[in-house]
T-cell receptor, first 112, second 112 residues
Framework: AQSVTQLGSHVSVSEGALVLLRCNYSSSVPPYLFWYVQYPNQGLQLLLKYTSAATLVKGINGFEAEFKKSETSFHLTKPSAHMSDAAEYFC??????????FGTGTRLQVFP | DGGITQSPKYLFRKEGQNVTLSCEQNLNHDAMYWYRQDPGQGLRLIYYSQIVNDFQKGDIAEGYSVSREKKESFPLTVTSAQKNPTAFYLCARSLLGVETQYFGPGTRLLVL
């Protein structure tokens, strides 16, 4: 069965620093992988999606993620953090039965 | 609103009371989902529906009920059997076979 592990429930960075949020998955078949962002008291917004086309996926707001099969990872990065990036980020994997399995989330804090 | 609305934004439940959360979508998507979100636990699937008049239990269906009488509507009832209903509830929609889910703004349920 598919599963997702997000390492680090909280990540803090300074404004302008690199953002790295970690996600590892387990899947018996090549997966579809997702990153979502959630701002306080709001729903989840899709950042980006991997569907086996290109291993480096670019998303909204300057984020990107790289699919590494050998490491079963799909880490999310952004070269330069902005105050507005402070939010909770969720990694998810598809079970190919039209359901998503979500990680427990990583809260990103950005300090000035 | 991303094609999916939830109401109300905040809902209060008294002891022994059933309450119903509304979820409506206007993009003719086949599948709809209900999730419960608690701090530090990510999203847990309550119920989902892939076709009108049919729905399946998710991981935490006990104490909840749903209906899908129309394609655009998927209301969730939190029954008095749910002993710990305080949470943030999220509804989502997707096209079958595409896997990507799009979320509504959420309803926060509080117990008086």
């Amino acid at each position: 069965a598919q599963s997702v592990t997000q390492l680090g429930s909280h990540v803090s960075v300074s404004e302008g620093a690199l953002v790295l949020l970690r996600c590892n998955y387990s899947s018996s078949v090549p997966p579809y992988l997702f990153w979502y962002v959630q701002y306080p008291n709001q729903g989840l917004q899709l950042l980006l999606k991997y569907t086996s086309a290109a291993t480096l996926v670019k998303g909204i707001n300057g984020f990107e993620a790289e699919f590494k099969k050998s490491e079963t990872s799909f880490h999310l990065t952004k070269p330069s953090a902005h105050m507005s990036d402070a939010a909770e980020y969720f990694c998810a994997v598809s079970d190919f039965a039209d359901k998503l399995i979500f990680g427990t989330g990583t809260r990103l804090q950005v300090f000035p | 609103d991303g094609g999916i609305t939830q109401s109300p934004k905040y809902l209060f439940r008294k002891e022994g009371q059933n309450v119903t959360l509304s979820c409506e979508q206007n993009l003719n998507h086949d599948a709809m989902y209900w999730y419960r979100q608690d701090p530090g636990q990510g999203l847990r699937l309550i119920y989902y529906s892939q076709i009108v008049n049919d729905f399946q239990k998710g991981d935490i269906a006990e104490g909840y009920s749903v209906s899908r009488e129309k394609k655009e509507s998927f209301p969730l009832t939190v029954t008095s059997a749910q002993k710990n209903p305080t949470a943030f509830y999220l509804c989502a929609r997707s096209l079958l076979g595409v896997e990507t889910q799009y979320f509504g703004p959420g309803t926060r349920l509080l117990v008086l």
